[in-house]
């Protein structure tokens, strides 16, 4: 039977992680509406987004020093309260300026938040009971993007726009009674000082790269300067990785890549991400612009994908014990690429009920892979490297759904001129579905350098040899 923490935990890391998701996306639906009330253009608006998520990248990999040195419950308590006090100030602001301001703190409470709470669940959680606490906090990441546009086009037809904002708050309070209550205080004693040149040059090349890909094919800002941001992020990108190699104790330490689950994770996960990152951007702009679906109805259709992530935790303990990691990892990423591409096929002339029954199985077998990928990052971390190795993978993840994102719109605009057209049309976002799919399959090189036995002390799966050649399961 799972442990208490194994069921309570996950619970309440899940619900801080779906605040900070459901939060990042209702804005979006939101900003025409706060533009008007503020009286300034939605496009200067977009940069609300643009700072939280440079705040986001920026603060991430300082999440593991922290937690070691004031421990892992009172950062992920304060990173709570630091997201509402946040909120609460966006839906005080009055300007642009007060706005960004508020996003980035928002942003800094969000980064805290999302790296320490996984870093909580691993030194609460069994090792052995991880995949079913894992599944858990996947779903907020699959979910959060679905509910958050119709809820926040409910949010500002029928009420004002900064409750979207203030739900935040009983949402926080709760949580960090519930934190302070049933969360263990947990540190790794810390020798090492912070260091401070390797976060500003890693802070740098995160922040340098995050805008310059949520700037790619929008028309912010120019051309000119969404390459420099590229290129100034690509060169403190390359000086940090010189000098994690000859500091003593790197903010991130490039060392953990050399275990083999985890590099499995972080580069097979990176670009597994990228794909699907991608069709977080295209699915709503296809069933919207292109089949001219109103944003509620386009909700309710994608709302398939969700009840398919939630459905999947249910299975996921009992699929990992029968194929172990490195089989599901390598078929499943098959799976959910040739899942993408169907996406890029679905017409307003299929019957409800197939299209439903897509996105249903497209969201539980995503949602089984990124349960897999997340479970399988810390399989063979060692607790005192548990959080590097938190603020490690939220870094990548961080790195490559911005990449995903940067990438579908300009696949999306070089189908479009490659067409001699002006305007997006269903062949566009067919095409940019089919490349974000073959993104993702390019996951399975990485996969297959695992071992067969890789992460089985996480998964529960065995396997005997016999006769040197085939492999069944024992219990």
Known sequence: MPSSSSRTVPLIVACALFMENLDATVISTALPA???????????????????????????????????????????RNAILIFVLGSVACAAA?????????????????????????????????????????????????TAPIFGPPLGGLIVTYSS?????????????????????YIRDTREELRAPLDLA?????????????????????????????YLSLSIG???????????????????????????SFRASVTGGSLFRIGLGGSTLLLPMMLQLGYGLSPLHSGLLTFATAVGALSMKIVAPGITRR??????LVYNTAICA???????????????????????????FRSLQFTCINALAFADVPN???????????????????????????????????????????????????????????????????????GNVVSGHRLVLAHGSSAKDVD
Request: aromatic share 10%; hydrophobic share 55%; proline share 4%.
């Open 198 to 226: 390797g976060w500003w040059v890693l802070g740098g090349a995160m922040a340098g790269l995050v805008f310059g890909l949520e700037s790619l094919g929008k028309h912010v800002v120019s051309p000119g300067a969404t």
């Open 323 to 328: 194929f172990g990691f490195r089989s599901i």
């Open 234 to 260: 690509v060169l403190l990108l390359m000086l940090y990785v010189r000098h994690a190699r000859t500091d003593d104790a790197p903010i991130l330490r490039l060392s953990l890549l050399r275990l083999q």
């Open 34 to 76: 706060i533009a008007k009330d503020l009286g300034e253009d939605p496009l200067h608006l977009s940069l609300a987004i643009t700072s939280y998520l440079l705040s986001l990248s920026i603060f991430i990999p300082l999440s593991g020093w922290l937690a070691d040195r004031y421990g892992a419950r009172a950062v992920f």
């Open 161 to 181: 726009w900064e409750w979207i904002f203030l739900i935040n708050v009983p949402i926080g309070v709760l949580g960090w009674i519930l934190v302070t209550r």
């Open 338 to 364: 040739l899942g993408l591409m169907v996406c890029g096929w679905l017409s307003p002339t299929w019957p409800v009920g197939i299209a439903l029954a897509v996105l249903l199985l497209t969201g539980f």
């Open 384 to 454: 005192p490297d548990m959080s590097q190795a938190t603020s490690f993978s939220s870094t990548a993840q961080q790195l490559a759904l911005s990449v995903g994102v940067g990438l579908s719109s300009q696949v999306l605009n070089v189908s479009m001129a490659l067409r001699g057209a002006t305007a997006l049309s269903i062949t566009d976002f067919t095409n940019a579905f089919c490349f974000m799919a073959l993104v993702s399959l390019s996951a399975i090189f990485a996969f297959r350098q695992l071992g067969a036995d890789a």
């Open 94 to 142: 009055d300007d642009v300026g007060g706005l960004v301001a508020a996003r980035m703190l928002q942003g800094l409470g969000g980064a805290l938040m999302v790296p320490v709470g996984r870093l909580v669940l691993l030194r609460q959680v069994p090792k052995a009971e991880l995949i079913a606490a894992m599944s858990f906090v996947t779903v907020p990441a699959l």
